[in-house]
């Protein structure tokens, strides 16, 4: 796989070798109704050790990402029937941003204003037809650099460092970004009884540990149409999508039943640890205003002797 032309710096072979462990993982999209195309970059990626699916349109490509949520890389042809490459683009884009998945156009056209559609309309890249392998290939590694770069930043920013939980920024901008859904709203505010106790008698990396767990469970706990952030040191939200108050209230006391019969197993040994928790139901106001009255029920939780859930 080393390139026999010796002009490729030390770190570019060793950034091709890690590249080449990681292909094994990733699985690619070959759209093209021409089979010898289709054949001959299944054959320079499998070279490479990527995981290839073929379609040989765009509503077959479709059809594919649909099931196949994990693609990463879409190289699509323009010329095809029914929809062309730059509209399949298009159709993808409308529900997969570019962190979601890269895309690379082909075409053997000699349009000189291809490239430029495809990219303008969404792609990352685009390769004339015939091209060489070195570039198809240095092209390939570039996108899937960059989609691993936005991927990387994306979980920064949206995801805790220690309990891997979302961030206190991703519920407001998820949220706003739904702003104008319709469909009941409710949300759940936990804070965890005296763990302050907990870091004071067995050690911080005790309480890392516990806050680990405790979100990995509240992850765990409640099926679909749920989001898990961790709001502040030990406090943490969820909010139901199409669930009442009642009905959270009732979710909400079923998992402190858990926490409360399955101690969490820590280093310093098993730990039972109980929270409090304030559950309302967003009206029209702002999600500000809830999360306000779901701290004042939550301060009401811990006033009336913690381990309790309060709507
Ligand atoms: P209460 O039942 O009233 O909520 O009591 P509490 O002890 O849980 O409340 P308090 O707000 O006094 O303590 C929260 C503690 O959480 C204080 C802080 O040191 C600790 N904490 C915050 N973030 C982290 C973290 O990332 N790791 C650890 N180990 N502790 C943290
Ligand atoms: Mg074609
Ligand atoms: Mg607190
Ligand atoms: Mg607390």
């Given at each position: 796989y080393i390139p026999k032309d010796n002009r490729y710096s030390y770190q570019y072979v060793v950034k091709l070798i890690d590249r080449l462990y990681r292909n094994q993982y990733v699985k690619v999209l070959v759209?093209?109704?021409?089979?010898?195309?289709?054949?001959?970059v299944r054959m320079l990626l499998e070279h490479h050790l990527f995981q290839v699916i073929e379609a040989n349109d765009g509503e077959e490509a479709l059809a594919i990402l649909a099931r196949e949520p994990d693609i990463q890389l879409l190289i699509t042809d323009y010329n095809?029937?029914?929809?062309?490459?730059?509209?399949?683009?298009?159709?993808?884009?409308?529900?997969y941003n570019r962190e979601a998945i890269a895309i690379i156009g082909l075409s053997n056209d000699n349009d000189e204003s291809l490239s430029a559609k495809f990219i303008k309309n969404g792609a990352d890249d685009f390769l004339q037809k015939p091209f060489v392998h070195e570039e198809f290939h240095c092209r390939v590694l570039n996108t899937?650099?960059?989609?691993?770069?936005?991927?990387?930043?994306?979980?920064?920013?949206?995801?805790?460092y220690l309990t891997k939980a979302y961030t206190r920024r991703y519920f407001f901008t998820e949220h706003n970004a739904n702003?104008?859904?319709?469909?009941?709203?409710?949300?759940?505010?936990?804070?965890?009884?005296?763990?302050?106790?907990?870091?004071?008698?067995?050690?911080?990396d005790v309480g890392d540990q516990v806050l680990v767990?405790?979100?990995?469970?509240?992850?765990?706990?409640?099926?679909?149409?749920?989001?898990?952030?961790?709001f502040g040191g030990e406090e943490f939200v969820v909010a139901f999508k199409g669930l009442d108050s009642t009905k959270t209230t009732t979710l909400m006391n079923k998992f402190r039943?858990?926490?409360?019969?399955?101690?969490?197993?820590?280093?310093?040994?098993?730990?039972?640890?109980?929270?409090?928790?304030?559950v309302t139901t967003k009206s029209t106001e702002s999600l500000d205003h809830a999360l306000h009255r779901a701290d004042e029920l939550l301060y009401q939780a811990k006033a009336a002797g913690r381990n309790q859930v309060i709507s």
């Open positions: 759209a093209d109704d021409s089979v010898v195309s289709r054949k001959f095809m029937p029914n929809i062309d490459g730059v509209e399949l683009i298009l159709r993808i884009r409308e529900s899937l650099d960059s989609l691993d770069m936005m991927r990387n930043l994306w979980a920064k920013a949206n995801r805790d702003e104008g859904e319709s469909g009941t709203l409710s949300v759940a505010l936990i804070d965890l009884d005296f763990f302050k106790k907990i870091n004071d008698t067995y050690g911080h767990e405790f979100a990995q469970r509240l992850e765990n706990a409640f099926g679909a149409n749920f989001t898990v952030a961790r039943g858990q926490c409360e019969a399955n101690p969490i197993s820590t280093t310093a040994g098993d730990l039972t640890v109980s929270f409090s928790c304030g």
